[in-house]
């Protein structure tokens, strides 16, 4: 059932009662605005990609290594096309370290998983730093 806040609004609250008026009420972001988070998430997402392609063209040669180059060069403009989007409705001083922090964090899991990097204690230490650090962004915006 679809239900309208706009017309049906005054019937919920008598419907529910006044104690989950706080509930009803809308938070002020409209759907663009959590597109836009999303496709935050998934630009930084790219991010990561591209830097894992970088990490293999590295180790490949021949036809391989133009594949995983040419996968950087796409997933790269990606990257940048979703930032770009994102910013329409997410300030930049916001999104741009949300961007590069999940860039950041998905590379070192990449490096520690797949390429085998030493996991030691300081580099997860300031790798939850570094998590702590966009939430506290996101939660000050």
């Known amino acids: 059932m679809f239900v309208s806040l706009n017309r049906d609004l005054p019937y919920l609250y008598k419907v529910l009662g006044r104690r989950r008026r706080v509930l009803l009420q809308p938070s002020g972001r409209t759907l663009s605005q959590v597109m836009n988070w999303i496709v935050l998430v998934l630009a930084g997402l790219c991010e990561c990609g591209f830097a894992f392609c970088l990490g293999k063209a590295n180790i490949a040669t021949g036809g391989r290594q133009v594949l995983w180059y040419a996968v950087f060069v796409i997933l790269y403009a990606l990257s940048m096309v979703l ?59």
Request: positive net charge; aromatic residues 14%.
């Open 83 to 141: 930032l770009a989007k994102a910013v329409k409705t997410i300030p930049m001083g916001t999104a741009y370290p949300v961007w590069t922090g999940i860039g950041a964090v998905g590379t070192v899991l990449l490096g520690i998983l797949v390429f085998r990097e030493p996991a030691t204690f300081w580099r997860i230490f300031f790798t939850f730093t570094l998590i702590a650090s966009i939430i506290g962004l996101k939660v000050v915006q």
